[in-house]
């Protein structure tokens, strides 16, 4: 797995489908963040994203591009950005859409402690 307390960028689907079974065998939450480059509020939400991941390093980080693999967020539903899915052992527990960081830190603090 990479480095705890950083965000993954994956911009291949080995790369997606690697690090999700890793965190799946570690039985960690992976915390997905589906972005694009064109979005606002993704550039805004970004670095608050990787202060999470300092924050939390027992918690799998994930950063997605819609267009860059559009399978992924095809297969998560995501229909806005951004939108953070948060998941445990390979399936969906939760989903947060919108740059509001109190909400997604309640979520991960919620979910982690599971």
């Not at 550039?43 to 300092?54: D, G, L, S």
């Not at 980080?61 to 998941?87: G, H, N, S, Y």
């Amino acid at each position: 797995m990479a480095e705890e307390g950083a965000v993954i960028g994956c911009h291949t689907m080995d790369e997606y489908k690697h690090q999700m079974q890793q965190a799946k065998e570690a039985k960690k939450l992976v915390v997905i963040d589906f972005t694009a480059s064109w979005c606002g509020p993704c550039r805004v939400i970004a670095p608050v994203f990787a202060e999470f991941a300092k924050k939390y390093p027992h918690v799998v980080f994930l950063k997605v591009d819609v267009d860059e693999l559009k399978a992924v967020a095809q297969e998560w539903q995501i229909e806005a950005m951004p939108t953070f899915v948060f998941v445990k052992e390979g399936n969906e527990i939760d989903k947060f859409v919108g740059a509001k960081k109190d909400g997604i830190q309640k979520k991960i603090e919620l979910h982690a402690a599971c």
